[in-house]
Nanobody, 122 residues
Framework: VQLQASGGGLVQAGGSLRLFCVAS????????MGWLRQAPGKARELVGS????????YYADSVKGRFTVSRDNAKNTEYLQMNSLKHEDTAVYFC????????????????WGQGTLVTVSS
């Protein structure tokens, strides 16, 4: 599977941004999907994920209530809606796919796209 992330940019603290990840290759609905991020000098962390069917989601505590992961299997696309952004959300965001039905750990992901930079100004 090939993954193409987009939608990053510069936004003020308190603002919103929506990221997109378009997949090509194997049938999209056979993957659990996720978003991970990596800030300068920090390890890559799982932000949120969604099961193959979209019926189950997972979020890191740091983004619960602010971020929403969704998917449209007919469009081979995963989304990350980010609201109430904070300066500490600044990072490169990666979309990733897992062969598992659900994926709730960084190590569950098998395929990675390139990142898209999100910068939140304080």
């Amino acid at each position: 599977v090939q993954l193409q992330a987009s939608g990053g940019g510069l936004v003020q603290a308190g603002g919103s941004l929506r990221l997109f990840c378009v997949a090509s290759g194997r049938t999209f609905s056979t993957y659990a999907m996720g978003w991970l991020r990596q800030a300068p000098g920090k390890a890559r962390e799982l932000v949120g994920s969604i099961s193959r069917s979209g019926g189950s989601t997972y979020y890191a505590d740091s983004v619960k209530g602010r971020f929403t992961v969704s998917r449209d299997n007919a469009k081979n696309t995963e989304y990350l809606q980010m609201n109430s952004l904070k300066h500490e959300d600044t990072a490169v965001y990666f979309c990733a796919a897992s062969d598992f039905t659900t994926a709730t750990h960084r190590s569950d992901f098998h395929y990675w796209g390139q990142g898209t930079l999100v910068t939140v100004s304080s």
